[in-house]
């Protein structure tokens, strides 16, 4: 198929702008070279120590309410990186306490909101 036919099978398909006649050449090349047109994997600097990891797995199952602060501190490690370790790789909640603020936080907006709202009723101011 040439490139020409392809962009306009592309446009007629997904309703937007099609892939230039470089990136179509490019991908058929990819995809007669390994067979797939999805990315490479990547070289590069591992995303996270196991051993890290592992430490903080160790000092949450030994206190549990412990904080990400504290742990940051005990560990020396970034609170960051204990944040992740906690939400993406050992399947934690964050804790309460954070949760419990961002709602606090969030009924106090609406709450505000409301008032604002009811002090523009009040005053006859159209809205």
Do not use: W, Y
Not at 20 to 41: M, Y
Not at 55 to 73: G, I, Q, W
Request: with cysteine.
């Amino acid at each position: 198929m040439k490139c020409e036919k392809i962009r306009d099978n592309f446009e007629r398909k997904f309703h937007k702008e099609s892939p230039t006649d470089k990136a179509i050449r490019e991908l058929l090349t990819k995809f007669q070279r390994t067979g797939s047109v999805l990315d490479d994997s990547r070289n590069g600097r591992p995303r996270k120590s196991g051993e890290r990891m592992e430490l903080v797995r160790e000092a949450f199952e030994e206190d549990p309410k412990l904080s990400n602060r504290r742990a940051s501190n005990m560990l020396e490690i970034p609170r960051a990186s204990i944040h992740t370790f906690l939400r993406c790789d050992l399947k934690k909640k964050i804790p309460t306490t954070f949760r419990f603020f961002t709602t606090c936080k969030k009924k106090i907006i609406h709450a505000e909101q409301q008032c604002a709202l009811s002090l523009l009723i009040k005053l006859k101011v159209p809205i």
